[in-house]
């Protein structure tokens, strides 16, 4: 395909083909060749068979939690009885590891998991989104088929990172999505207990629904240096640019969306399908074709068809349902769009349309066929800004409380009339959350999964860890500390004690405090040990920047522990990493610098001379056993020399004879200066050179060699 021509259709064999004889599978492996003549022969019903509606099993009505990650199910999900069902997800890097190779033992624990907890109703879901790619198929695509996107939410672990995104219209790529879709249905649509898929959306990064990243001014990240690929200090992104470059345009994105809700249709004939919507939040003038707006408007208009428009529904239009990701406390009551006159702006007319689905509105007939998902976790309180809540001036104000946020968010479910909201993992677990959604359930019209019963709070359990390092230990030089605390869950903690008391060896000591994910109570500016008693959200950290200086005359090595403990009540299944030590071997470095003069440039023979010779240890560390040589010309004769010092060198001659060799000790900051007088040979003749030298000891590094020599030459005197 040719993306200079981005409005031509993907590359995809027509269903008229009736017997399969697909070319470009020719070479597939039997398996995924099976699984896609099964798929196509259901979307050439779809697409050539008789338009009429396909029956939808039931879509259980209510609130809906997550499996959440990792591999075992939360009991706290279990215990919340006002849940009507869950959702459970695996990504597509690690279900698609090969082309045409799908290991799904991963979902398959899962599933048999959530069954083996109770939960009848289920809905799977492979996040497609751009950081879930799989390698292989991006290292397949050409570099003008793929374009790299500034991960602009803080919240995200890829935050400041481009992440490298495949253009959906790429031949290769979308049809490794329509094999995706197909190898999922063939496995789980004869599942009864998997009621719902979510395998029909664009996908953007870390998200699913109609939409791609959109950022345009500036993302803040964080301060420099930052290790590769994070991006640091503030970034200019125009992603709709990007996009536009890279040769986006409505009637492309459309007509893939048309073949993966096909796709979706086909592969699972015995589930209710979501259709995740976005929307462009801000005018962007260069989408005179369309926006992600209209697209959303325009796949509505496929799916559910169009009278005024003479758009027939698709045959399984029954079975999809409007989804919105990004319902907040803020959305107001639905009923306020059943008098909306449609419009353009992307916010009000999406709420439209969900309302529209749910009510239902005129044209459409089939009622609460829409549903919502949190935009965020309630629990997070105000260190999204507020996202979950509508915002600082949302109805649960700036501190979000996550009981007022998570009760205003199920009311809005139940004023839109949609048939399920689906909250956050962090929710799903808290037990002070159980009775408002089971009444949001009943609310609803839905039936929770059993009466609710007082619950034992789950005894909380934190992986709360430490790291520490440094910057290197040098004799007499500053020292920076970086100490990393992290809560790794699964539970936040309230009275987590840091600690780090410092070496005797590292003095001066400041330090400075920086959080992620909501962290509190710790000194953000101080001097001294670090004693600190704070809060840690699930995923939150806490760094520390502790700076010092080594003594000049340390030696040996320099240790530094810092620990995190648990309150009591709290317990950490990994004690072992709640320690951590940085040692570092203190070495020696120290700039010696020779100086040497006898104030004149030109000698006569036969005359007194007087050179001054200053050696000094610019630092930073004390050195025992440096060397201080001056051999002094052949012509000079009666040489004697006295030295004198600053700073508490010693082991050098004060007074003598002859040439200068003195082993010495020389404190950081001390001088030693040579006061050397000799009769010039009335038999010298041409230039006359003086040389002195200063040479560190062994295991002492001087950082500026070339001033370790100085040479004075004059002039014979005509």
């Known amino acids: 395909m040719d993306v200079k021509n981005p409005s031509q259709k993907p590359n995809l064999t027509p269903c008229k083909n009736r017997n399969l004889k697909i070319p470009q599978y020719s070479a597939l492996p039997r398996q995924r060749a099976l699984i896609l003549a099964a798929v196509l022969v259901s979307w050439c019903a779809i697409v050539f068979g008789a338009?009429?509606?396909?029956?939808?099993?039931?879509?259980?009505?209510?609130v809906w939690g997550q499996f959440g990650v990792g591999h075992d199910i939360d009991p706290g999900v279990v215990a919340n009885l006002g849940i009507v069902g869950i959702g459970v997800s695996v990504d597509w890097q690690d279900v698609n590891t090969a082309p045409g190779v799908y290991d799904f033992s991963g979902l398959d624990a899962k599933l048999a998991e959530a069954k083996a907890a109770g939960f009848q109703y289920l809905s799977v879901a492979v996040t497609d989104s751009s950081s879930q790619t799989p390698q292989w198929l991006l290292d397949s695509l050409p570099p003008d088929q793929i374009i790299a996107l500034i991960d602009p939410a803080s919240s995200h672990d890829t935050f400041c990172q481009p992440i490298i995104t495949a253009l959906p219209w790429n031949p290769t790529f979308h049809q490794a999505r329509l094999d995706l879709i197909a190898a999922m249905g063939a496995r789980y649509t004869n599942d009864p207990a998997i009621v719902a898929v979510n395998m029909a959306s664009f996908a953007n990064h870390n998200t699913q629904d109609w939409n791609i990243q959109d950022t345009i001014g500036t993302i803040v990240c964080p301060r420099c240096p930052q290790p590769p690929p994070t991006l640091c200090g503030t970034i200019v992104v125009d992603q709709p640019a990007q996009w536009l470059a890279a040769g986006w345009t409505e009637p492309t994105m459309l007509e893939i969306g048309k073949e993966m809700c096909d796709a979706a249709a086909a592969a699972f004939p015995n589930q209710n399908i979501k259709l995740p919507i976005g929307g462009l939040d801000i005018t962007y003038l260069a989408f005179s074709g369309g926006t992600f707006t209209t697209l959303c408007r325009d796949i509505e208009n496929y799916v559910y068809g169009n009278a005024s428009l003479r758009i027939p529904p698709r045959p399984y239009a029954n079975r999809f349902y409007m989804q919105r990701n990004t319902v907040d406390a803020n959305w107001g009551d639905g009923t306020q769009y059943d008098t909306y006159t449609p419009g353009f702006d992307s916010d009000r007319y999406i709420k439209y349309m969900i309302r529209a689905h749910a009510a239902p509105l005129p044209p459409w007939t089939t009622p609460r066929q829409s549903g919502l998902q949190m935009v965020s976790a309630a629990n997070l309180g105000d260190t999204t800004n507020c996202r979950q809540g509508g915002g600082t001036n949302g109805p649960c104000g700036p501190t979000c409380d996550p009981v007022c946020v998570m009760q205003a968010s199920l009311d809005i479910a139940t004023t839109y009339n949609t048939a399920f909201i689906e909250i956050w993992a962090q929710d799903d677990v808290d037990p002070l959350f159980y009775n408002m959604i089971r009444a949001a359930t009943i609310a609803m019209g839905g039936t929770p999964r059993g009466r609710s019963t007082?619950?034992?709070?789950?005894?909380?359990?934190?992986?709360?860890?430490?790291?520490?390092?440094?910057?290197?230990?040098?004799?007499?030089?500053?020292?920076?500390?970086?100490?990393?605390?992290?809560?790794?869950?699964?539970?936040?903690?309230?009275?987590?004690?840091?600690?780090?008391t410092f070496s005797s060896n590292f003095t001066g000591v400041t330090f400075t405090a920086s959080q992620n994910g909501g962290a509190s109570g710790f000194t953000q500016n101080g001097t001294g040990n670090i004693n600190d008693t704070?809060?840690?959200?699930?995923?939150?950290?806490?760094?520390?920047?502790?700076s010092g200086t080594i003594p000049s005359s340390a030696s040996g090595t320099l240790s530094n522990t810092a620990t995190v403990t648990a309150p009591n009540g709290v317990t950490d299944p990994n004690p072992g990493n709640n320690s951590a030590t940085d040692t570092s071997r203190i070495t020696l470095q120290a700039d010696l610098n020779v100086t040497i003069t006898d104030n004149k440039t030109s000698y006569r023979p036969g005359q007194r001379d007087t050179y001054t010779i200053v050696v000094w240890n610019f630092g930073p560390s004390n050195v025992t056993g440096a060397r201080i040589t001056?051999?002094?010309?052949?012509?000079?004769?009666?040489?004697?020399?006295?030295?004198?010092?600053?700073?508490g060198a010693s082991g050098f001659t004060a007074s003598g004879t002859g040439n200068i060799g003195d082993t010495v000790t020389m404190p950081a900051g001390s001088r030693i200066t040579y006061t050397a007088s000799e009769t010039i040979s009335t038999s010298a003749s041409g230039p006359l050179s003086n040389t002195a030298t200063v040479t560190a000891p062994n295991g002492v590094t001087d950082p500026v060699p070339n001033n370790n020599s100085a040479t004075d030459t004059d002039a014979q005197r005509r």
């Open 534 to 546: 704070v809060t840690m959200p699930v995923g939150s950290t806490i760094t520390y920047i502790a």
């Open 51 to 62: 338009n009429t509606a396909q029956s939808a099993p039931p879509y259980p009505i209510g």
């Open 454 to 500: 007082p619950t034992p709070t789950p005894s909380p359990s934190a992986d709360l860890n430490v790291t520490v390092t440094d910057t290197g230990a040098v004799a007499g030089a500053r020292d920076d500390y970086t100490i990393v605390v992290a809560n790794d869950g699964p539970s936040s903690v309230t009275g987590a004690v840091i600690r780090d």
């Open 630 to 647: 001056d051999n002094f010309p052949s012509v000079f004769t009666g040489v004697t020399f006295t030295a004198t010092q600053t700073g």
